[in-house]
């Protein structure tokens, strides 16, 4: 065999082991980090809408509706085409302040695999609600 007909054998034989190498490594688990964001928004009815900032969220606009039981669902909506869906248990009542617990229930596209969970805390007057907690991405 000639120098040129091995030297092509042995590099079809890397791409091959080199493709089935990267077919069969298994996807980066998501790692888990900490999480701080403001959402600032305004109600009409019981429909809410907010404006994200903070990392690594900011950007995001949200909708989202809450019920008499101190229960909320949201979507956000965020750059690049993105959604991340998130719900609130209330825990202070519905009055002038506002706290309770949070947790991701899905997204797409980037935030495909997001999860986690925190608390809540904030007042009305203001419109702005901290959240913090823990997410896996």
Not at 63 to 69: I, L, P
Not at 88 to 100: P, Y
Request: net charge positive; hydrophobic share 35%; charged share 15%.
């Amino acid at each position: 065999m000639s120098r040129r007909i091995v030297r092509r054998s042995l590099s079809a034989a890397a791409v091959c082991a080199l493709s089935a190498g990267l077919a069969a490594a298994p996807a980066m688990a998501a790692s888990s980090h900490k999480v701080s964001w403001k959402a600032k928004g305004g109600t009409e009815g019981n429909t809410l809408t907010m404006a994200i900032t903070g990392k690594p969220f900011s950007g995001c606009k949200g909708v989202g509706t809450f019920n008499a039981d101190q229960t909320s669902q949201y979507e956000w909506k965020c750059p690049g085409g993105s959604t991340v869906n998130i719900h609130l248990v209330g825990k202070c009542g519905l009055n002038e302040v506002q706290c309770g617990s949070w947790e991701f229930t899905g997204g797409s596209g980037k935030w495909k695999k997001l999860s986690g969970k925190g608390t809540f805390s904030g007042r009305l007057s203001t419109g702005v609600l901290t959240f913090k907690g823990t997410a896996k991405y």
